[in-house]
């Protein structure tokens, strides 16, 4: 699959740039047109920003499977995302938490994501986001990142994803984690705070026989 996708990118990357190179040819042709310049700009910026940011974040999000599948602790998960993002731990003393059955490192990386994306929308004056697990629904697991907004929350989408800008490959990625594991990613509103939900099956009782394992990998935390 990772040979395959490495192809494909590299022949779509070369089909955008000879676009672009196309487009700063007519730029020349059309430098006094003050209708045509404005658009061949813009065509120009996006161009560059499908080739150089969308297209490979896009390759990688299709290219991730599962590697392994392990009994893993959602509340270590929980406590090792506050850990390296300085978070208030929870309150209550440290234990074993609800499990799941999955890949310990894809589902780090997805809560990573979740948070960097709360941390970056959260206004300086507000509360550091939270992070807390819902095991209330029956045969799920739900790790909830919740974060203040500047202002209203932002608008959700058709597809009930946050209409704002800025972060959209790393919550791509973790409904791409998500469905691999056959669970869902959601979003809710509620007036100046936004709440992520990345729900899980639980594991049946007795588990694999691995065994519980610590989710925090090397690798595991969300990219820039």
């Known amino acids: 699959m990772r040979s395959e996708l490495d192809t494909i990118d590299h022949v779509l990357r070369g089909a955008l740039n000879t676009i672009l190179l196309n487009l700063q040819l007519l730029s020349t042709s059309l430098e006094r047109d003050e209708l045509a310049r404005p658009l061949i700009d813009r065509a120009s910026t996006e161009l560059?920003?499908?080739?150089?940011?969308?297209?490979?974040?896009?390759?990688?999000?299709?290219?991730?499977?599962?590697?392994?599948?392990?009994?893993?602790?959602?509340?270590?998960?929980?406590?090792?995302?506050?850990?390296?993002?300085?978070?208030?731990?929870?309150?209550?003393?440290p234990g074993p938490g609800p499990s799941v059955v999955g890949d310990p490192e894809l589902l780090a990386t997805a809560l990573a994501h979740l948070v960097s994306n709360a941390v970056a929308a959260t206004p300086p004056e507000a509360p550091a986001p939270q992070i807390a697990i819902d095991a209330s629904a029956a045969g799920a697991v739900a790790l909830v990142v919740r974060n203040a907004c500047a202002g209203a929350a932002p608008p959700l989408t058709a597809d009930g994803t946050p209409a704002a800008r800025g972060h959209l490959g790393g919550l791509a990625t973790v409904m791409r984690i998500a469905r691999l594991h056959g669970g869902a990613l959601t979003f809710e509103r509620r007036d100046r705070e936004l709440i992520a939900r990345l729900s899980i099956p639980a594991a049946p009782a007795g588990g694999p026989a691995e065994g519980t394992v610590s989710p925090a990998v090397e690798g595991s935390r969300a990219r820039p």
Request: hydrophobic content about 45%; cysteine-free; proline content about 2%.
């Open 48 to 93: 560059k920003r499908i080739a150089t940011a969308l297209l490979p974040s896009a390759l990688h999000i299709v290219g991730l499977e599962i590697k392994e599948r392990r009994r893993v602790d959602l509340g270590q998960l929980v406590e090792q995302a506050r850990a390296d993002r300085g978070l208030e731990r929870a309150v209550s003393a």
